[in-house]
């Protein structure tokens, strides 16, 4: 069975600084893989998403993601992090039979 | 509809109770899944539903739990015999056919339940 793991559940980022939220999958067959974003008291929304086609994802927002197989990793950045990207940030992964399974979340604060 | 549509945001109940959450999926979604959402637990798998096949029912946690989905549209939740550990966000979302944009999850805004 897939399975994502994010580590550090609270990531506190300045404003203005380089946003990284690791996301690293375990998957018997290649996997699809997602970020969403959850704004309080909101359902998630999809930031980007990893399909099998180009490695360097972009998203919504100026985020964007870079698949590398040899380190199962799918690492969330955006160069400069604004006020308005504090939320719970999730990576999920999908072995293509649209069950998603999800990490356990970032929570992102970011410092004035 | 526009979006996932969940009710009650908010209920709130007594241990013993039973409750009923509802989702109303975008139209033409022919899946629908519903997740609970616990404090620092991620976003735990409940069920999944696929058109007409038999729903996946492997991540329900009890059998005070079940779902169903009526012609193919709206879903609703039951929770049976409400424990304080039910106390979640539980959060419903939708997806289209396969080969369609599959794999990509539209989800509703959650209802969030409180058993004292």
């Known amino acids: 069975a897939q399975s994502v793991t994010q580590l550090g559940s609270h990531v506190s980022v300045s404003e203005g600084a380089l946003v990284l939220l690791r996301c690293n999958y375990s998957s018997s067959v290649p996997p699809y893989l997602f970020w969403y974003v959850q704004y309080p008291n909101q359902g998630l929304q999809l930031l980007l998403k990893?399909?099998?086609?180009?490695?360097l994802v972009k998203g919504i927002n100026g985020f964007e993601a870079e698949f590398k197989k040899s380190e199962t990793s799918f690492h969330l950045t955006k160069p400069s992090a604004h006020m308005s990207d504090a939320a719970e940030y999730f990576c999920a992964v999908s072995d293509g039979n649209n069950r998603l399974a999800f990490g356990k979340g970032n929570q992102v604060v970011v410092i004035p | 509809g526009a979006g996932v549509s969940q009710s009650p945001s908010n209920k709130v109940t007594e241990k013993g109770k039973d409750v009923e959450l509802r989702c109303d999926p975008i139209?033409?979604?022919?899946?629908l899944y519903w997740y609970r959402q616990s404090l620092g637990q991620g976003l735990e798998f409940l069920i999944y539903f696929q058109g007409n096949s038999a729903p996946d029912k492997s991540g329900l946690p009890s059998d005070r739990f079940s779902a169903e989905r009526t012609g193919g549209s709206v879903s609703t939740l039951t929770i049976q015999r409400t424990q304080q550990e039910d106390s979640a966000v539980y959060l419903c979302a939708s997806s289209p056919p396969r080969g369609s944009g599959a794999n990509v999850l539209t989800f509703g805004a959650g209802s969030r339940l409180t058993v004292l």
């Open positions: 990893y399909t099998s086609a180009a490695t």
């Open positions: 139209s033409g979604h022919t899946a």
